[in-house]
Every structure is written in C-alpha cells, then in structure tokens.
C-alpha cells in the first residue's frame, strides 16, 4: 500500500482538537469496553525475556527490537510485537476464573512495518484476554466476542458524533462474517487484500475467520503465528473506509490454541523448536487456562471515527522526511 492522498481532504478539526477527540474516544471506549467483556484493566510489560517464549512472532520474519540489560547477565531482552501469549500467562498467575478477563494498553515497535497511511513502526493497541472453559472453544464464542467489539464501536459512534458531530465517520450498521476460504471462492482471480477490500465495500464491516492455515489454492490468507491463535478459530474485524477506498483493519483475534492445535500448527509452521520455550511447556502440559482474546487498534479506532487519511495524524510516530513533507502539502499534519 503506497501513500494515498484523497482528493480534496479537510481534517475538520485541528491538532489541538484532534488531540482532545483523540482522549475522548480512548477514555470512552476502554471503559464501555471493559464493563461489556467483563475485563478489568492491567498493567503489562513493554519488553520481555527472549528465552521465556513470550513475545509474539507475528507472522514469523518479522525482527523484534533486542537488546540487554546490564544487570541480567547472558539474555537478550525484547521489545514485544504483541502480548498474545503474556496475557494467558498472566490470566493465570493473578487467578483469573472462567467468563473473567483482563485489558490492558500495549506499546509496541514493529521495525519491519511498511509505513503508508495504516501502517506505522509503533503499535499502541487494547490487548484483551478471557478465560473460556474447553467446551466454550468454539465458534459461536468467538463470533459472539465479536458482536459484543463491535457493539461497542457502535457505542463510541455515537458519543463521538454528539461531541464531534461535524467530523465523526458514520459505519455500517452492523457486521458479517464470512471465512477466508469463502472469501477466496468468492473472489477466486484476487489478491487476499483485493478480497478484503471488495467484502468490506460491500457490507461496511465485516469478520473474517479461519486466518492461518492455508486454503483451497495451497495458500494462507494471512500469516498468524502459530503458537496463540487457532486457526480455525480466529478472524478479523474490518470496516470500509472511504477516505482511502480500503478495508480497514480493526482488530483481529480468536481462540488461543489449545495442547492440540499448538502441536499441530507448530508442525505445520516447522516450529516445533519453541517447544523448548517455558509458556509452550506450561501450555503442552495442560498448566495455563483455555482463553479468547484479541488486540484492537487505539490509533486505527480513532482513525476509522474521525475520517482521518494518515495513522500518523492521531498518534506521535517516526515517518520518513519526503513523507512528511507531501502530507502536509496536503493537509494531513502527523503529530
């Protein structure tokens, strides 16, 4: 995705209003959030131990940012790309029961992003996660998780267009899943990004599930890790966005992988190595809990509502110099 500049674009509001919107719709959604999933907001670390297995591989070639700290000796530190497998971890050492789960406000660098208008090196996402029994891991769990998200998108609709009425971005009005293989044998001659953005034109919000493993034509849709989700048993939320004529990624997640399908999608992946790793033993072992859970985007949130062209005009990041530059010369002001 190259940089798209739209045609005739008018922020509305200004940086010093933006940032306010921008707090509005933060503060609003973690707490109508929380209340509607049961999950009570956490702290959560920035980087972690490599040795420890914690960090999310993403699709598997993405370059965690590392380094050491002079006080541990003979272990890499890195930054996280995500807290998929701290969350369970933790679900479980603060004693968290079946229905009960946690949120929490993850910072993250992802060195290898292409930088366009949705994509930016730092991640700022609510990373959520709930504790589900082993007859709950299915998908009408995993599809009702998804209407409660987007629910309270719904919400937060409408709270911003009472404060923001000149600038808020009217969505659909409601959501459609469909899998990845469906979607393939819909638009067969596509691209996976052409068949995201054709269904999300046509219905305005939409899941997708079953992302990981590969389809029909001997390919994934996307890449998922192997050790969090299970693919059969995730997907994610995109809207339309007009501004940029493009689905809009806003969440993606699923039902963690239990002892089975962690040995079946590390075989899979050839990835059986991470096995050696202490969160892959505790979860082969039976000793961390069934759970659901997912990340959605803090500055893709307040994007998608605002009707915003650039990530960069609703968080502080690094673009490139010409970048910024042709932006401006456009209207798009990144912070």
């Known amino acids: 995705m190259a940089l798209i500049l739209p045609k005739g674009y008018d922020p509305i509001l200004d940086t010093r209003q933006t940032q306010e919107a921008i707090k509005f719709i933060r503060d609003l959604f973690q707490k109508e959030f929380g209340r509607q999933m049961n999950l009570e907001r956490v702290s959560a670390p920035l980087f972690v131990e490599k040795s420890s297995g914690l960090n999310d591989n993403l699709s598997g070639v993405e370059r965690p940012v590392r380094f050491d700290i002079k006080d541990i000796e003979r272990e890499d530190i890195e930054v996280v790309q995500s807290l998929a497998k701290w969350k369970r971890l933790a679900l479980k050492e603060y004693g968290y029961q079946v229905g009960q789960g946690i949120y929490t406000n993850m910072n993250a660098i992802r060195r290898d992003e292409d930088l366009d208008n949705l994509h930016s090196c730092y991640v700022d996402q609510w990373d959520w996660e709930k504790v589900i029994s082993k007859d709950q891991r299915t998908k009408e769990t995993l599809r009702d998780a998804v209407r409660t998200i987007f629910k309270v998108i719904k919400h937060l609709e409408h709270g911003v267009w009472y404060k923001y009425p000149q600038a808020v971005n009217k969505l659909a009005d409601e959501i459609v899943f469909i899998s990845s293989e469906e ?49 059969t048993l995730n997907g994610d939320i ?64 307040c994007m998608l509502l605002l009707n915003r062209a650039h990530v960069g005009e609703v968080q502080a990041s690094i673009w490139p110099k010409d970048m910024r530059k042709t932006c401006k010369d456009h209207k798009i002001i990144l912070l």
Not at 198 to 222: M, R, T, W
Not at 254 to 263: C, Q, S
């Open 183 to 231: 979607l393939l044998q819909k638009y067969p001659d596509k691209s996976p990004k052409e068949r995201e953005n054709l269904i999300a034109k046509e219905y305005g919000c939409v899941f997708i599930e079953e992302i990981g493993g590969d389809l029909s034509n001997g390919q994934p849709h996307d890449g998922r890790a192997p050790d969090y989700d299970d693919w």
């Open 238 to 301: 995109l809207f339309w966005f007009q501004p940029l004529e493009c689905a809009m990624e806003i969440s993606s997640m699923g039902i963690r992988v239990d002892e089975e399908a962690l040995e079946k999608q590390l075989e899979i992946s050839n990835c059986q190595n991470r096995k050696s790793f202490t969160y892959h033993k505790a979860l082969l072992n039976g000793d961390l809990p069934y759970t659901i859970g997912g990340g959605i985007g803090q500055s893709r949130l």
